[in-house]
């Protein structure tokens, strides 16, 4: 990696960090597992399937809220407050640029992740008194989490990178929406037929996947989590998010710095 | 080798819903600025100074046309690393201290990691920020945001360094500190490349000055180049406390203040008037050839196009 991305990328992270919304969020974040300790100990039986449940959909929305507010900000705030001129007038390439941005915010959203999911260990630790083997994927529904912010990420900043900061936001909190029922998308294609058939099949398939990174329920009951899913999820993201960033790339390097 | 060739650089931006509609900001630009030189890029609001600087800095894409810089095509990535600019009006990461926004910079330029504090040390120190350093720039107020500009711009020990509009909302003790910075860096030799439209300090600090208006160049010269003298008259100093006499039967222009006489007189009476004064045994101060003011040669140049029609910022 050009050391010119992990400047761009460390200077990104600084900002959110230092960016008190990000702080509240956090807190919020542990406040929500906070309260699923309290959901825990007044169900019957099923306190670590709550606690599991509401933590990592906690972890998950609240990620995704910070990648979406974040992410469309990333180029166009730059662009209207022209922070970015100084950056642009130096040795610094655009795509370079973009990619800084996009793992800066990567980077800040893992910090996050790390730190809520500690907050939903302690929760399930409090109510099930100790760990167990059961408890492992969890782990691996936390990565799951963080490859889709990987996804959100990189459409917050490929719509930022030509569209309004309203728009990108209304954009990928659609695409969002839509790609966490792309099971379902993907059932109506396979019931329709001809060319709307088709066209839904074409639409099942862009949309990102995002039901596909959701294995909460199955961690919260214990079930395990193949080696060949977690593959498949993370070659998924990373082309996906590969895909999306070259294209926010492709636009920005034509884009006139008014 | 020229330290700035603008060839036929041109932008027509497009504007509307469907970007159908265009808008020229640029007209065919050519230029060339000397290495060691101070230029200044006159114009009023909406000429296209900006857009020039923004083509040459790569922000924009041209239409038409391209520019070098010191024998390198602008779109070349190592020309980056030897020019420095201050964009107009600059507004920077307010998260960040003028200390750590000045490492960032100095990291991106690829200054080396072990001259980085001591160079930013060195440009805290040049720019009068020591005592702010470790201050957030969004408690920062405009001139020392300006600092932290011309700070940035020269950090990194450019060859050619493009200020826009750099004494603009500035008082007058910061528009002094950027004139000298601009002398400063003159006498490192290195090229200065400033737009204005404060015509006194073009006047004071540029060899060579150009004229834009509406997109197009006016002119380009060197100050004394294109004000040259007016009507034929002499400003002429002397010791007194009042016009002898002798003169007041010449066409003379006099304004006494103390014991000095400041006065206009036709060239053609240059030679009478000091036989007057050496008659009187007046102490004769100066002798000035009037020469019209960058001013006059600016609106000047303006006044036909202001019924034109305009051309973007």
């Not at chain 1, 959110?16 to 956090?26: M, S, T």
């Not at chain 2, 201290?97 to 504090?117: C, I």
Request: aromatic share 10%; net charge positive; charged share 20%.
């Amino acid at each position: 990696m050009s050391s010119r991305i992990a400047f761009v990328a460390f200077n990104t992270f600084r900002e959110a960090v230092r960016d008190r919304v990000l702080y509240n969020l956090i807190a919020f974040a542990l406040l929500i597992s906070a309260a699923a300790i309290l959901v825990g100990e007044i169900s019957i039986d099923v306190e670590r399937l709550v606690v599991i449940n509401l933590g990592l959909t906690a972890v998950s929305l609240f990620g995704v809220v910070i990648a979406i507010f974040i992410g469309i900000g990333l180029v166009s705030k730059e662009i209207d407050k022209k922070t970015l001129y100084t950056v642009l007038s130096r040795p610094v390439r655009r795509w370079e640029f973009v990619v800084g941005k996009f793992f800066g915010l990567t980077g800040t959203l893992v910090v996050n992740t790390f730190f809520m999911a500690i907050g939903v260990f302690l929760a399930l630790l409090y109510v099930a008194r100790h760990f167990e083997k059961a408890d492992l994927p969890v782990l691996a529904a936390l990565y799951f989490i963080v490859l889709e912010f990987l996804v959100v990420c990189a459409l917050a900043l490929f719509f930022s990178s030509f569209s309004t900061p309203i728009m990108s936001a209304l954009f990928t909190f659609a695409l969002f929406a839509v790609g966490s029922l792309s099971d379902e998308l993907r059932g109506f294609a396979r019931m329709a037929t001809g060319l709307k058939g088709a066209l839904m099949t074409v639409c099942a398939y862009v949309v990102p996947n995002f039901s596909a990174f959701n294995i909460i329920n199955q961690a919260a009951h214990g079930d395990g989590v193949s080696g060949r899913l977690i593959f498949y999820n993370t070659l998924y993201a990373l082309l996906y998010s590969t895909i999306a960033i070259s294209g926010a790339v492709l636009i920005f390097q034509r884009r006139n710095l008014k | 080798m020229a330290a700035i060739e603008i060839l036929d650089l041109e932008k027509t931006y497009r504007i509307g819903f469907w970007h159908s509609r265009p808008k020229l900001a640029l007209r065919a630009l050519r230029l060339t600025i000397e290495q060691g030189e101070v230029f200044g890029f006159l114009g009023p609001n909406g000429a296209g100074k900006t857009t020039t600087l923004k083509l040459l800095m790569g922000l924009v894409p041209p239409t038409a046309g391209t520019a070098r810089i010191l024998g390198m095509e602008i779109d070349d990535p190592r020309v980056k690393a030897q020019i420095g600019f201050l964009p107009e009006q600059p507004y920077f990461y307010d998260h960040l201290t003028a200390r750590e926004l000045l490492t960032y910079y100095a990291q991106l330029s690829g200054v080396p990691a072990k001259e980085r504090s001591a160079r930013v040390a060195a440009m805290l120190e040049r720019v009068g920020l020591v005592e702010s350093a470790g201050m957030q720039l969004r408690k920062y107020s405009k001139g020392m945001l300006q600092r932290v500009g011309l700070a940035q711009a020269i950090l990194h020990n450019p060859k050619v360094v493009f200020l826009d509009e750099p004494m603009s909302g500035l008082d007058p003790m910061g528009r002094r500190e950027v004139r000298e910075l601009i002398q400063q860096l003159r006498s490192e030799g290195k090229t200065v490349f400033f737009s204005t439209h404060i015509l006194s300090d073009a006047e004071a600090l540029c060899d060579r000055v150009a004229v834009i208006h509406h997109g197009e160049l006016q002119g380009v010269g060197a100050v004394a180049e294109l004000t040259p003298q007016s009507q034929g008259k002499v400003e002429i100093i002397f010791c007194a406390t009042s016009v002898p006499s002798a003169l007041i039967s010449s066409r003379i222009e006099a304004r006494v203040s103390g014991d000095m006489v400041n006065a206009l007189i036709q060239q053609e009476e240059q030679e009478a008037v000091l036989e007057i004064l050496r008659r009187e045994r007046i102490r004769l101060i100066s002798l000035t050839p009037v020469r019209c003011s960058l001013e006059e040669y600016y609106v000047e140049k303006l006044r036909p196009k202001e019924s034109g029609k305009g051309a973007g910022a």
